[in-house]
């Protein structure tokens, strides 16, 4: 086990000869965050990759730089990102417990063992609270791969009320939730939520079994939940 800092995260699109997708699908942050931390299998040996502490602020930097026959292009792959981001399934704690959870037990386990499990289940459930984020800030690049213009949507908090401003050079005017959720993003900024929603995953319910894959990519955004909602008053 290795760990390295960071300043921050780059997300990889996936190969597009290799999507099952259509033309002007999308592909969530999510499945580009669980593919990052996915099993590897290098020759006879597996590495994984996770995060072993996470920062107060998170930069997570979308790769869009593709190459087709040695000529570099930039890549327009739909996008889409979440107000609130819960990172629980992506660190080192959670991935130990679900290997732990899903290794099969034999009929010999002591009770000191059992005991074992049980308090590290209640510290990881401890640790989950800490690991809900809410959107800060999202960058986005119009233009090829040889020159463009980047724009950044920035939440700003005042008297308690959130407001979005979008900020083009010396141009900056308000805009709503809307607005930022359907931008295209290059770079993603979330801030560490100090209460987090209630609804948060607890690994303490999951069963033996590995967690499930994240959702497929899907053509449109779905109704803002209810935990988004709170995201944005946060």
């Not at 969530?28 to 995060?51: A, G, I, R």
């Not at 213009?149 to 009320?161: A, L, N, Q, S």
């Not at 994240?214 to 909602?229: I, L, V």
């Amino acid at each position: 086990t290795r760990s390295t800092f960071f300043n921050n995260v780059t997300l990889y699109l996936p190969p597009r000869e290799n999507q099952i997708l259509v033309m002007n699908s999308t592909i969530s942050l999510e499945f580009l965050l669980q593919t990052l931390v996915n099993v590897e299998h290098v020759e006879s040996s597996t590495k994984q990759q996770s995060f072993a502490r996470l920062p107060k602020c998170l930069c997570l930097h979308i790769q869009r730089t593709g190459f087709q026959s040695g000529i570099a292009f930039k890549r327009d792959d739909k996008v889409v990102f979440p107000l609130c981001l819960n990172m629980d399934r992506f660190i080192y704690s959670q991935q130990l417990y679900q290997r732990r959870t899903s290794s099969k037990l034999t009929r010999s386990v002591t009770i000191d063992q059992e005991s074992v499990n049980l308090q590290f289940r209640q510290q990881v459930d401890e640790n989950s609270q800490r690991n809900s984020y809410g959107l800060c800030a999202v960058i986005t690049h119009l233009g090829g791969i040889e020159s463009g213009h980047y724009i950044t949507f920035r939440k700003y908090t005042i008297g308690g009320r959130v407001r979005w401003y979008v900020t083009s050079d010396g141009d900056v005017r308000q805009v709503n939730i809307e607005q930022v959720l359907s931008a295209n993003p290059y770079l993603l900024i979330y801030e560490k939520m100090s209460s987090p929603p209630h609804s948060t995953f607890s690994p303490s319910s999951s069963s033996s079994s590995p967690p499930s894959p994240p959702p497929p990519p899907t053509s449109q955004r779905p109704p803002m939940s209810q935990k988004e909602k709170s995201c944005e008053q946060h």
